[in-house]
């Protein structure tokens, strides 16, 4: 490929889900090219304004947010910030004149795209749920290519010519981390089991509460927790808690090769993204799946790895009856454990950001 200099903007955030394969995207690509100019757009009070510039890469903002329900006043001020943000990713598009755009969702990524594909600059699209979301169903006929992680996304891409299945990239920082580092990151207790719960970046009250009335049996039982509530829940957790020490618990854990090592099982939502790390690295979990999902694209994720035996599935609206036997009896089955680990790892994909990068340097070549 020729050395000429590339530019490639990113724009993708609002929850981690978004933000996580584009960062494993970006990174892939720097593998590759480490003289590439990366680029990511976002907006300033998410995650990415944050996480971004710790990775090291360059981060820009536009002022675009997406529709709350019920009757809120950001809701008014949705069409004047739409079309801000198609002129202010116009200018921005103008002034880095990117060789590629890409998108990973979320609906910072709406005006960007659009304004990319309307001045005929190559755009990417990656879908990580098998249902895609909004700005994927609708801007999908106009990318040069659509990258996905189910085969059912099709259903929804019917004007789409260029579809690929790749997978879900996830962060190669999952590999090679080890048990005993990880539960000293955490000043947690070797000779315990461990069950690391999170909701998303977000967090999810519904898990929190289940746990909640479950963490003292856990604690007798010799059971410690990685706890990342969100950032909603943290103070109601800690208050109900108090001195109790049950294990580790805060907002939001930068670090999740970490807690992934520590844990002996998982308990979480079923997002795409999080399916995919919990594949890459064969991690036994209960998935719980957010129940207002579009198409209840999460009860889809979770079958996947339920039916082959590498997830148990507990619906949302059964948590309270089911959590803590479904805990327990998967830390005291070592043998089921494993098998649940080799199941899931048969699924995995941990190649999907280098296939993704790979890609995208080739269409500059084109």
Not at 29 to 55: M, Q, S, Y
Not at 166 to 177: H, K, Q
Not at 274 to 297: C, Q, S, W
Not at 324 to 343: C, K, T, V
Request: with cysteine; net charge positive; hydrophobic share 45%.
């Amino acid at each position: 490929m020729s050395e000429k200099k590339i530019n490639i903007l990113i724009a993708g955030g609002g929850t981690g889900g978004h933000l996580y394969p584009a960062l494993a995207i970006a990174d892939e690509i720097r593998k590759r090219r480490a003289d590439a100019n990366i680029l990511f757009v976002g907006t300033r009070d998410k995650i990415e304004a944050r996480v971004v510039p710790e990775r090291g890469y360059a981060f820009t903002t536009i002022w675009v947010s997406g529709f709350h329900r019920g009757m809120r006043m950001q809701n008014f001020l949705l069409p004047l910030k739409v079309v801000v943000s198609l002129f202010q990713s116009f200018f921005l598009i103008a002034r880095y004149r990117p060789n590629v755009v890409l998108g990973t969702g979320g609906y910072v990524c709406a005006p960007v795209i659009l304004a990319a594909s309307l001045l005929r600059i190559p755009t990417v699209i990656h879908e990580s749920n098998s249902y895609p979301g909004v700005t994927t169903r609708l801007l999908a006929g106009r990318a040069t290519t659509v990258f996905t992680a189910f085969a059912a996304t099709n259903l929804w891409l019917k004007r789409t010519a260029t579809v690929e299945l790749v997978g879900t990239p996830t962060r190669a920082s999952l590999d090679g981390v080890t048990t005993e580092s990880a539960l000293g990151f955490f000043g947690l207790d070797a000779a315990k089991k461990t069950v690391f719960v999170f909701g998303g970046s977000l967090g999810a009250a519904s898990i929190n509460s289940a746990l909640l009335n479950i963490a003292e049996t856990l604690k007798n039982q010799n059971v410690q927790l990685i706890w990342q509530t969100g950032l909603t829940d943290e103070a109601r957790i800690k208050s109900a808690i108090g001195e109790r020490n049950i294990g580790w618990i805060g907002s939001y854990i930068d670090r999740m090769e970490l807690a992934y090592a520590a844990a002996d099982i998982v308990v979480c939502r079923s997002g795409a993204t999080t399916i995919a790390e919990l594949t890459r690295i064969g991690k036994p979990a209960i998935l719980v799946p957010f129940p207002h999902a579009a198409a209840d694209h999460q009860t889809l994720n979770a079958k996947t790895l339920a039916d082959v035996g590498a997830a148990v599935l507990v619906p949302d609206n059964e948590l309270e009856q089911k959590l803590e036997s479904a805990i327990l009896e998967l830390l005291g089955d070592r043998a089921r454990r494993a098998s649940m680990s080799a199941a899931s790892k048969s699924l995995g994909k941990p190649d999907a950001g280098s296939v993704i990068a790979a890609k995208i340097l080739d269409m500059m070549t084109a």
